[in-house]
């Protein structure tokens, strides 16, 4: 636990005493708790990847819950209260706004474009559903937290080797206390949200083809693989969504557009050298994950520097657009429409206006629309207090321009 941390925390407790004195306490008996056990080397657990040809992963997605039939009445927009993060305070404490996705909704709602009684709510992903595409650390972390007392893997486990998976979490979602929490306080505040909105990212490709498009307002987590999580991704839902849509949709290509000001090493790892998958991916080359191996996966590679302005942001767009339509035809887009490149996120580092993220959107959804291909949209990344607003314009923007009006047939 760093110093800045504590410091941090003694000033926001002012705010949320009771809370906060309540974490507090918690986070000193579990530390000195820590502190006594003598921590072993994890025992490894590695499982190779599976392909979605194998009938066990088949059966898995044929099986499962997430593609379930969406009424008329509702409108293809994703998104459930169970998306946002709290955790007793200490979300507060952290950089992100953890709580976006419900705010991105409140506006839809109170601009009157989006009746809250049409949203459509998505399944949690199951345990069955996140192993289509086995994840390393999917698997540890069921076995090792979800079912610690029941499964037999833990029977073999000392307590000590189970406080680094508990690690595991906290470092992916960068608040490092989490890791200290008792394991089902894990599973309900942090996992839980990000296993709905897996279940959102899924569903979507399922509802974009019915309808020609849908938005899960969360999901994209790109820097998740089949093989290990990072950078607020605990589950790769863009790889399981496009292994559901190739199994249950009848397609067989599908691009992904990343626009997150982050490289998308989760995707380009699992699809490496999966020719049924174009990805064009726009992102900041000198931050995070600075994945060299994944670029090279990468069919088109957009790089943009810090400081990149709007007007040269989106001329890049165009180009990108422009090759990305001549060199590959796919019947599903996965449009992954991070905003932390908006002009002042401390992650993103680049200088785009909020204006220039509207018509980013616009710019990528006519590219849809004029090939007529489904898309589907996803939040990804981009947490700053300025983010939500700035989405929910955007959501407002494609409407008024007609590119997400309902499609009558199915
Ligand atoms: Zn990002």
């Known amino acids: 636990m760093s110093f800045t ?54 059966n898995r997605i044929f099986s499962s819950k997430l593609y379930f039939d969406v009424p008329r009445s509702k409108v293809p927009i994703i998104y459930s209260e169970s998306y946002d993060i709290s955790f007793l305070g200490i979300e507060k404490l952290h950089p992100f706004d953890s709580s976006k996705w419900g705010r991105v909704c409140r506006f839809l709602v109170s601009f009157g474009v989006l009746d809250k009684k049409c949203i459509v709510e998505p399944l949690e992903a199951s345990k069955d559903d996140l192993l289509v595409h086995v994840n390393t650390f999917c698997y540890m972390e069921w076995k090792m937290i979800c079912e610690l007392k029941v499964n037999f893997l833990t029977a073999h486990l000392s307590e000590e080797e189970k406080v680094p998976f508990l690690k595991n979490v906290a470092t992916i979602i960068e608040v490092p206390p989490v890791g200290l929490f008792p394991n ?60 559901f849509a190739l199994v249950r949709l009848n397609i067989s290509r599908v691009m992904i557009i990343d626009l997150d000001a982050h490289q998308g090493n989760g ?87 909020p ?25 990804s990344g981009g947490y700053m207090k300025s983010s939500a607003r700035v989405i929910a314009d955007s959501i407002v923007n494609l409407s008024k321009k007609c590119l997400i009006e ?5």
């Open 5 to 58: 941390f504590i410091q941090k925390f003694v000033t926001e407790s002012t705010r949320f005493p009771y809370t906060s004195a309540f974490v507090l306490a918690f986070i000193t008996v579990a530390v000195a708790a820590v502190r006594f056990r003598r921590l072993s080397k994890p025992t490894s657990f590695t499982m190779s990847s599976s392909s979605v040809n194998d009938p066990v992963q088949r």
């Open 184 to 243: 089902c306080l894990v599973q309900q505040k942090v996992l839980h949200p990000f296993r709905k909105q897996v279940g959102g990212t899924i569903l979507s490709a399922k509802l974009a083809k019915e309808r020609g498009w849908a938005i899960n307002v969360g999901g994209g987590f790109h820097h998740c693989s089949a093989e290990k999580g990072g950078g607020f991704c605990a589950y790769a839902d863009i790889s399981l969504c496009i292994h």
């Open 267 to 353: 995707h380009e790892t699992d699809f490496a050298y999966d020719s049924r998958v174009y990805i064009l991916d726009m992102y900041n080359p000198g931050i995070y994950p600075l994945d060299y191996e994944a670029r090279n996966y990468i069919n088109q590679k957009v790089e943009v520097k810090s400081g990149t302005l709007t007007e040269d942001y989106l001329q890049k767009l165009d180009e990108a657009l422009e090759v990305a339509g001549r060199s590959f035809d796919p019947e599903l887009i996965v449009y992954n429409a991070g905003t932390d490149i908006l002009d002042g996120d401390p992650l993103g580092r680049l200088k785009i206006s």
């Open 355 to 379: 204006d220039g993220i509207t018509l980013r959107d616009e710019k990528v959804f006519r590219f849809a629309r004029e090939k007529n291909i489904p898309i589907v949209m996803l939040t």
């Open 406 to 410: 309902d499609k009558q047939d199915s």
